[in-house]
C-alpha cells in the first residue's frame, strides 16, 4: 500500500512538472514574441477599420469615427487611473502595510503562495473587481518580499488577474446583472425586450452558484499546477522588480506656511464631506448598487487613503509616487474607445456596421438547444475587441435578449452566460490588465503565458456549464416595472 502511495505521489509530481512546464513555455513564448499591450492595441485599432473598409466603409467615415472614438473613454480611463493611485495610497499608508504583510506571512511555500493569491484575488472580485486588481497586486510584492519563499513573480501576477479573468461578472460588481434588477438604469429599448430581471433570476441562481464553485475550484487547481517549482521559479529581482517597500522619511517643515500640510484638520474635513456623500449614496441607493459603482469606490479608496495618512504631506507625496504607475492606462485606453466606436458606427455599403455583422452571424444559428453555446462564443470574441462589462452589454442585449425571447430562453440565465463569457478574453487582453501590471511592475506579457493556460481550460469548461445548466432552467416571461 505505502508503494502504490508513493507511486502515486510521484506520477501526481510528473504530471504537475508537465503543467508547470508547459505554463513555462507558454510564459516564454509570450516574452519572446508577445508585443507591449499598447502595440496590441493598436494592431486591433488597424484591424477593425481594415474590416470595416473591407464592407465598403469610407476611409474618411472610419477616421472620423477613429477619432470620435479616441476620447469616447477618458472619463472611465480617470476611474481606472484612480483605481491604481488609491490602492496604492491605501497600500503605502504604515496600516495597511502591516496588514498585507501578515497575510503575506501565511503561505508555506511558492505554489501555495500563489494559489493564496489567486483566492484572495477572485474572493475579492466577487465584491469589486477594482479591489481584487489592486489588492491582489500589492499582497503579491508583499510576498516577493520574503526571502524565505521562492515563488514565480509572474506566476503570483497572473494568478493575482484570476478574479477579473474568471469569476468577477458572477459577482455583486456584474455591471449587466446591475443594470438588468435596476429599471432606472436600463435604455427604454432594453427595457422593452427584458423587462426587470431581479438578482434572484440572474446571479443569486443557484445554477450560477455551481459555476462559480466549479471556476474557483478548478482556477486554483490550475494556478498551483502551472506554478514553477524552487528551481526554475523566477523571483521579482530576476524580473527586473524591487519588491522592498519602505516609506520615506518624511520632510521637515520649514515654512510656517506648510503647518497645514503636517497637520490632520484638512483631511478630517475632507472625510467628513465624504462620509456625509457616502450616506447619501447608501441612503437613496441599494447597498449593492451603491458600492458597485466606480466613482464610490475610488472616492472609498482615496479619502480612506488620506485618513492612514493622516497628514496631507504624506498623502500627496504617496500620490506622487502612485502616478507613474498610471502610465500605461492613460495612453492605451483611448484606443479602445475607438476600436468601439468603428465596430459600433462605422456602416459599411450595405447600411450595416461590423458589430452588427458579427451578431447576425451568430444569432442566424442560434436554436434553443445551442444558445448558450454560441452566445458564449459570441460574446467572449465580441469582448476581446470591446472590454466593457456594462457598456458592451448596452450593445449586445437588444438583440441576444430579443433572440432569447424568440426561442423562450431562460433571460436571467441569458445574463449569466453573457456574464461569464465576457470575463474568458480578459485572461489574456490586456485591457483591464494594465493597474495590475502598474501595481506590479511588469509587463503584460510576463502574466499571459500563465493566464493563457487558465484560458485553454476554463474556455470549454465555460461553454459547456453555461449549456448543461441552461437546461435545466424554464422560460419566464419579462416582468415589466
Not at 474618411?60 to 476620447?71: E, H, L, M, S
Amino acid at each position: 500500500m505505502a508503494a502504490e502511495i508513493e507511486a502515486s505521489r510521484y506520477e501526481r509530481s510528473i504530471e504537475e512538472s508537465r503543467f508547470a512546464r508547459f505554463a513555462l513555455h507558454c510564459s516564454n513564448w509570450a516574452e519572446r514574441w508577445f508585443p507591449d499591450s499598447w502595440v496590441f492595441a493598436a494592431l486591433a485599432v488597424v484591424t477593425v477599420a481594415v474590416a470595416a473598409m473591407a464592407m465598403g466603409a469610407a476611409p474618411t467615415v472610419t477616421a472620423k469615427a477613429f477619432g470620435d472614438g479616441f476620447w469616447s473613454l477618458i472619463p472611465f480611463t480617470m476611474q481606472m487611473a484612480f483605481v491604481v493611485i488609491g490602492g496604492y495610497v491605501v497600500a503605502s499608508s504604515p496600516p495597511a502595510v502591516k496588514l498585507i504583510d501578515r497575510l503575506a506571512r501565511i503561505p508555506k511555500n511558492g505554489r501555495s503562495a500563489v494559489c493564496w493569491v489567486a483566492l484572495i484575488s477572485m474572493v475579492a472580485s466577487l465584491l469589486n473587481w477594482g479591489l481584487s486588481l489592486v489588492f491582489g497586486g500589492l499582497l503579491v510584492r508583499a510576498l516577493a518580499r520574503r526571502t524565505d519563499l521562492r515563488m514565480d513573480y509572474r506566476a503570483a501576477g497572473a494568478a493575482a488577474y484570476l478574479g477579473l479573468g474568471a469569476v468577477w461578472a458572477l459577482g455583486l460588481s456584474s455591471s449587466a446583472a446591475q443594470l438588468q434588477a435596476n429599471p432606472g438604469s436600463l435604455p427604454p429599448s432594453i427595457l422593452a425586450i427584458t423587462g426587470v430581471i431581479p438578482f434572484t433570476e440572474t446571479i443569486f441562481l443557484w445554477q450560477s452558484g455551481v459555476m462559480l464553485g466549479v471556476l474557483v475550484l478548478v482556477s486554483l487547481v490550475v494556478a498551483y499546477a502551472t506554478a514553477p517549482g524552487p528551481a526554475s521559479a523566477r523571483d521579482a529581482h530576476s524580473c527586473g522588480v524591487d519588491p522592498s517597500f519602505s516609506l520615506p522619511p518624511a520632510p521637515k517643515r520649514t515654512r510656517p506656511g506648510e503647518w497645514l500640510e503636517y497637520s490632520p484638520i484638512l483631511i478630517l474635513l475632507l472625510v467628513a464631506l465624504a462620509a456625509g456623500w457616502l450616506f447619501h449614496e447608501f441612503s437613496t441607493k441599494p447597498a449593492i448598487t451603491a458600492i458597485s459603482g466606480l466613482n464610490t469606490y475610488n472616492l472609498l479608496f482615496i479619502m480612506l487613503g488620506a485618513l492612514l495618512h493622516w497628514r496631507p504631506r504624506s498623502f500627496l507625496d504617496a500620490v506622487t509616487r502612485a502616478v507613474p504607475t498610471t502610465t500605461g492606462v492613460m495612453i492605451q485606453f483611448p484606443l479602445y474607445g475607438s476600436i468601439a466606436a468603428i465596430l459600433t458606427t462605422v456602416k459599411g455599403s450595405d447600411a450595416q456596421t461590423l458589430a452588427h455583422h458579427i451578431s447576425t452571424f451568430f444569432v442566424q444559428i442560434a436554436s434553443h438547444d445551442t444558445y448558450a453555446l454560441l452566445m458564449g462564443v459570441y460574446s467572449a470574441v465580441l469582448g476581446f475587441f470591446i472590454p466593457s462589462g456594462g457598456g458592451k452589454w448596452i450593445i449586445e442585449a437588444p438583440y441576444v435578449m430579443q433572440v432569447a425571447n424568440d426561442l423562450q430562453y431562460h433571460l436571467g440565465w441569458a445574463v449569466q452566460i453573457y456574464n461569464a463569457a465576457e470575463a474568458l478574453p480578459n485572461l489574456i487582453n490586456p485591457f483591464y490588465m494594465l493597474p495590475l501590471l502598474g501595481v506590479l511592475g511588469l509587463k503584460a506579457r510576463d502574466l499571459i503565458g500563465f493566464s493563457f493556460v487558465q484560458l485553454l481550460v476554463h474556455t470549454p469548461l465555460v461553454l459547456v456549464l453555461l449549456w448543461a445548466l441552461g437546461m435545466t432552467l424554464q422560460y419566464v416571461p419579462p416582468v415589466m416595472p
